[in-house]
């Protein structure tokens, strides 16, 4: 009776603390579906769900301790059922041969490929005698021809004569899967043309397309108003447009371990809210009686979500960007409500929401570096409030939070990024310290403070003060780049790795007792 005794103690002191565990037994159901070798069938699925069920309601009628457990079994089994159902959600043709012909679609995304070609996302596409019932929803094209005489934008129907075929798999045993990542994406063929690009039709009216357009028109204004390769960087950071970065420049990026600042992720989203944060509830501190009568805090928060949630529209709604808005707003919500905003809690039900969303975003690395680095993040400082640490001048507080935050997120993440790109930044660290204070300090405040001076027409002098960033950003990545041994390259662990690896971290961290 003595172990049994101990398990039943053990669990009951989990009480209070299950909520971060609600997206871990999510997780397991989702990835536990993905690692089926066969699609299951529709009474796969009822029996799923009937298990999911039967648990739940067993979970109300067991103790305190042996409930939890029936909901763990119940949010596993309806994990599965998540990912299955986004699955067939999503279902769309896939070009199952290697087409030559005349290409139609509606541009929808403009980027470049890894050869620096640029690189068009087109949907209502019609392929020449093709049955509309096989072709696919969404096809890339990379332009190695080049566009022709005027640069294509979103919301034109172009037509280009090029070559297609269906996405392919891991070039490598248990290596990235494009096929998966392009199923979920709806991308049904990828290729390239070498003929110019033809414009068949104009874009149409709309508000998507004129969202898509507004887009197209920031990104070409922030490339004109800032020299080299900054406007392309401004544009990548703000509209999500990174056609104008060259791939050299992304590879420095990328080996200085500093291309977390090229994607718009929860690092950019949480500048920008939180400066937007801080920026009003100090102005609303500075009146006397909007202080001492409007709730200044809250309707901060406000304002930074509604900004928040313009710069997910702007930025093209990427999942990147959609996951970081995600966890934004609960954080945001929570001080609305009178909570704590940043708390084990608030990362759980932000990796619920996106794990019932869009489940395939479980086997990504955006998904994993991102959670990883906030959750570890979570849990240092929560640890260091309970240490007595020296407070010293601003400086030496402001660059110790640095250097601190930067090593936390960077052991966290280290073994996601090790595993799926095969390689190591030694000096990543070194990098970020010089790098990511300028983003938060200067570019981000800077665009903000452009757009706030758009209006009266000096937006010039927010984006002058932007570029100077940027431009030191570059520097920084392409001096850690250039020195010798910056990167070292790993193979590709054994698919048990990562989850044998995140699970343990997981109960170090959310489990409670010994």
């Given amino acids: 009776m003595q172990p049994a005794r101990a398990v039943h103690d053990a669990l009951l002191a989990q009480r209070g603390h299950l909520t971060g565990w609600v997206p871990v037994c999510l997780g397991l159901g989702v990835g536990g579906w993905f690692a089926l070798k066969v699609e299951p069938g529709a009474a796969d699925y009822a029996a799923l769900a009937v298990f999911a069920l039967v648990c739940g309601l067993a979970a109300r009628r067991a103790g305190e301790a042996a409930g939890p457990l029936f909901a763990a ?61 096989r072709t696919p929803e969404r096809i890339r094209i990379s332009l190695h021809g080049g566009h022709g005489p005027t640069a294509p934008a979103p ?3 172009v037509i280009v004569t090029g070559h297609l075929s269906g996405p392919g798999g891991p070039v490598e045993p248990g290596g990235f899967d494009f096929a998966r990542h392009a199923y979920f994406d709806r991308l049904g063929a990828v290729g390239y043309a070498r003929t110019p690009l033809l414009l068949l039709r104009p874009a149409e009216e709309g508000a998507a397309l004129w969202l898509h357009r507004l887009r197209s028109d920031l990104s070409d204004g922030l490339r004109s108003a800032m020299s080299g390769q900054a406007g392309g960087v ?81 930025s093209g709604g990427s999942v990147a960007t959609e996951r970081a808005f995600i966890m934004v707003a609960v954080m945001l919500v929570s001080v609305m409500l009178e909570r704590r905003a940043i708390t084990l809690r608030a990362v759980a039900i932000a990796a619920t929401i996106v794990l019932v969303r869009r489940p395939e975003e479980l086997m990504g690395p955006g998904f994993q570096m991102s959670f990883a680095a906030t959750t570890a993040l979570v849990v240092a400082y929560s640890a260091l409030r309970r240490i007595e640490v020296p407070r010293g001048n601003a400086l030496v507080r402001g660059t110790g939070n640095v250097l601190f935050s930067s090593l936390v997120a960077g052991l966290a993440t280290a073994p996601f990024a090790a595993a799926h790109f095969n390689m190591v930044s030694h000096y990543g660290l070194v990098a970020n310290l010089f790098a990511v204070p300028v983003m938060g300090a200067v570019v981000m405040p800077a665009a903000v403070l452009a757009a706030c001076l758009w209006p009266v027409g000096l937006s010039w002098i927010g984006l002058w003060i932007m570029e100077q960033g940027l431009r030191w950003i570059l520097l920084v990545a392409g001096t850690i780049a250039a020195q010798p041994g910056a990167i070292s390259h790993v193979p590709s662990p054994g698919p048990s790795v990562l989850p044998v690896l995140t699970l343990g971290l997981l109960a170090v961290v959310l489990w409670q007792g010994r």
């Fill in 155 to 157: 919301g034109q129907v």
């Fill in 73 to 133: 079994l119940a949010l596993i089994a309806l994990g599965g059922c998540l990912a299955g159902l986004r699955s067939h959600a999503v279902a769309a043709p896939v070009l199952d041969f290697r087409y030559y012909g005349a290409i139609e679609g509606r541009v929808v995304q403009i980027d470049r490929s890894s050869s620096d070609a640029l690189r068009l996302t087109l949907d209502r596409v019609r392929l020449e005698r093709m049955d509309p019932a």
């Fill in 234 to 314: 401004a544009a990548a950071i703000i509209t999500g447009d990174r056609s104008g970065v060259d791939q050299e420049v992304t590879v420095a990026l990328r080996h200085s371990n500093l291309a977390h600042l090229l994607a718009i992720s929860g690092l950019h989203m949480g500048l920008l809210t939180g400066f937007v944060f801080a920026a009003v509830r100090s102005a609303g501190a500075l009146l006397p009686y909007v202080a001492l009568h409007w709730p200044v805090k809250k309707g901060a928060a406000g304002i930074a979500l509604v900004c928040g949630g313009a710069y997910l529209a702007i």
